[in-house]
């Protein structure tokens, strides 16, 4: 080959074979993860600006301008295995491995022109960069060598844990009847998706990913947890563009727990925010109040329901009682200032005294 066509094809080709490496790599943790029952969220390649998004099934693939790196997000797993999760954090760096032998063997074995032999040369040095970047141990940041290293040191009890935590959600919105609530392979999406901070508003991804879960008839206590959870955020962070969403999620909650206190509380609150007061007033007044987290939002929005229907009395009373239980609802929890502050505003009263500083 001419030294000025090399010149010219060595930019072109460099690139092609770091991204077909790092393709092969996070493909490779994929498969592996779905050979051990571990569900996959999301598949990104690169970095970088977006330049391709798509959602197969579950699992969305994203593509960056700069696909020189990549990571493949799992769902949480229920049973998971350390075995299982350690294959998992290994594929990547065993495809690097055996691309790496593989370029050797094309070049050594002379199966390429000698012309084109080249690319073999490239192909090895693209893969032994991919292997010390993965299994080097970096203390900025974190690779398959800092992954493996942490399924080998993990406890499993944590993961018993977490889903005990779970189970426990799922059992607050068990209606009493039937066996209790367990997770099933779908919690793992659904745990995942409900762990994500939305930010200030409620992503429109978000939900779809949410009420697509809804679509596949989880049991009931779950179908509930999803429906409080979009219904609580949607509250946390209301615009009239979340009406008629809300509206549905918190009708669709009350049908299937009409027994359930808690849900009287979010459907009340979220027909106060739908200028619906009759209703709000006597769902509110039937609410959950056995903690403080949730005497604290009914009286807050019985206060907004009974300003609107002119009985500043009875809503200045309420406030007061919201003010006195802000410190242990608020506590933990960052969405209530803001709550709290607009309920405030629109009352005209003063936000509770520790957001006046």
């Known amino acids: 080959m001419s030294p000025v066509l090399f010149v010219v094809l060595f930019p072109l080709v460099v690139p092609v074979a770091l991204a077909t490496g790092v393709a092969l790599h996070e493909i490779a943790h994929a498969i592996m993860g779905r050979i051990f029952g571990i569900q996959i969220r999301e598949i990104r390649f690169g970095r970088g600006r977006e330049l391709f998004r798509k959602r197969l099934g579950k699992t969305t693939l994203w593509v960056g301008a700069s696909i020189d790196c990549g990571i493949v997000y799992p769902y949480y797993t229920i049973h998971p295995s350390k075995a299982a999760n350690f294959l998992f954090a290994a594929a990547g760096p065993l495809m690097d491995l055996s691309l790496f032998a593989f370029a050797i063997w094309l070049y050594a074995s002379n199966v390429l022109p000698d012309s084109i032999a080249w690319i073999a040369?490239?192909?090895?040095?693209?893969q032994a960069g991919l292997i010390l970047g993965n299994l080097t141990p970096r203390?900025?940041?974190?690779?398959?060598i800092h992954h493996m290293s942490h399924v080998l040191q993990a406890d499993h009890r944590e993961y018993l844990q977490y889903w005990e935590v779970y189970r426990q959600?799922?059992?607050?919105?068990w209606n009493g009847l039937g066996a209790l609530p367990e997770p099933t392979r779908q919690s793992g999406r659904i745990a995942a998706l409900l762990d994500i901070d939305t930010g200030e508003m409620l992503r429109g991804d978000l939900i779809a990913s949410l009420e697509s879960e809804l679509e596949l008839h989880p049991q009931t206590a779950e179908a509930l947890l999803i429906l409080d959870h979009l219904a609580t955020r949607a509250l946390y962070y209301w615009h009239p563009g979340l009406a008629a969403p809300l509206d549905r999620w918190t009708a669709l909650a009350a049908s299937l727990g009409p027994d359930i206190p808690t849900l009287r509380g979010t459907r009340g609150a979220a027909l106060c925010l739908l200028e619906r007061y009759d209703e709000a007033e006597a769902l509110l007044e039937?609410?959950?109040?056995s903690d403080a987290f949730n005497c604290f939002l009914n009286n807050l929005f019985l206060a907004r329901v009974r300003h609107a229907r002119r009985n500043p009395w009875q809503a200045h009373q309420n406030y007061e009682e919201?003010?006195?239980?802000?410190g242990l609802a608020a506590k933990g929890n960052p969405h209530i200032p803001k709550l709290a502050t607009f309920i405030a505003s629109e009352l005209g009263y003063p936000p509770p005294p520790a957001l006046q500083a």
Not at 121 to 126: A, C, D, L, P, R
Not at 169 to 173: I, N, Q, T, V
Not at 322 to 326: C, D, E, F, P, V
């Open 121 to 126: 040369v490239i192909m090895m040095v693209t």
């Open 139 to 144: 203390t900025n940041t974190t690779n398959d």
């Open 169 to 173: 959600k799922l059992r607050s919105y």
């Open 286 to 289: 039937q609410a959950d109040s």
């Open 322 to 326: 919201a003010l006195k239980l802000y």
